[in-house]
């Protein structure tokens, strides 16, 4: 079992892309913490994943943007198995609009979970992962970490920034036993992505149909959304991956929407 008895924090792993992979490192022998912002929901998670797959879950009520919540939640994963072995930086919303158009509010709060959420997460739990000089830390970040779309500009800011702070964390940690890299989907068919359908349709003047097919799916080789099986099967090969040679890396799960 590739992650036997290691400890995982996943970030908005109550449902969606989160979800499953906590249950794909429970099926690898990993013992998660489901760090949500729904209390409820994370113990319902942490409930399914320690009936399922007869390894240990907590549920960690989690605001990414807020420091204290994140210190604490960090300490109490710390506490109940004496440390992080790996991170899955992956809480995230989506708000579209143009530029002209976008409020300054929903610009912050795009930038802080997704880019402050981060960067908090893995300042809380590097101490731990350098004490035993070893550790993954993963960044959800998108195919728009490499490519931009219109009515995404706080969206594609912070998945570009995500590269950077990987690439910064590789930098400092490598030396000290610690991988950071960054998975980068293309669309995948969850709440989030279900939630931009209408939306984008309003503000392109097109059907919700055109945008499926056209827009999310319109650049991929088969016409094929990324599933949330696939992106838990890459972050099991990156936390499970046990040299250096892939520190700092990205890696683009898209149907090749977008290819490097």
């Known amino acids: 079992m590739k992650l036997k008895d290691k400890s995982c924090i996943v970030t908005g792993a109550a449902s969606g892309i989160g979800n499953a992979i906590a249950h794909r490192f429970a099926s690898e022998g990993g013992k998660v913490a489901i760090a949500d912002l729904n209390q ?5 998670a942490a409930d399914e994943i320690k009936a399922k797959y007869g390894t240990d879950a907590l549920a960690i009520a989690m605001d990414v943007t807020s420091e204290q919540q994140v210190d604490a939640g960090v300490a109490q994963v710390v506490s109940a198995w004496g440390g992080v072995d790996v991170l899955v930086s992956n809480a995230g919303i989506q ?7 976008y409020a300054f509010a929903d610009w912050k709060k795009m930038l802080a979970i997704h880019l402050d959420g981060a960067f908090l997460t893995s300042k809380a739990v590097l101490p731990h992962m350098y004490a035993k000089g070893s550790g993954s830390i993963l960044f959800m970040g998108s195919v728009h970490s490499k490519e931009a779309s219109p009515l995404k500009s706080a969206y594609v800011t912070a998945k570009h920034g995500l590269l950077g702070l990987a690439r910064v964390i590789a930098k400092e940690g490598g030396k000290k036993g610690v991988r950071t890299n960054v998975i980068c989907p293309g669309f995948v068919r969850t709440p989030l992505v279900d939630k931009q359908i209408p939306e984008q349709a309003k503000e392109l003047g097109i059907s919700e149909d055109e945008v499926v097919k056209k827009v999310m799916l319109g650049q991929t080789v088969d016409g094929e959304f990324t599933t949330v099986e696939d992106i838990a099967e890459v972050a099991l090969f990156f936390a499970g991956f046990e040299t250096n040679a892939l520190n700092g890396q990205s890696l683009i799960a898209s149907h090749g929407w977008f290819m490097e």
């Open 95 to 101: 708000i579209v609009n143009p530029v002209e158009n």
């Open 40 to 44: 409820d929901a994370a113990q319902k």
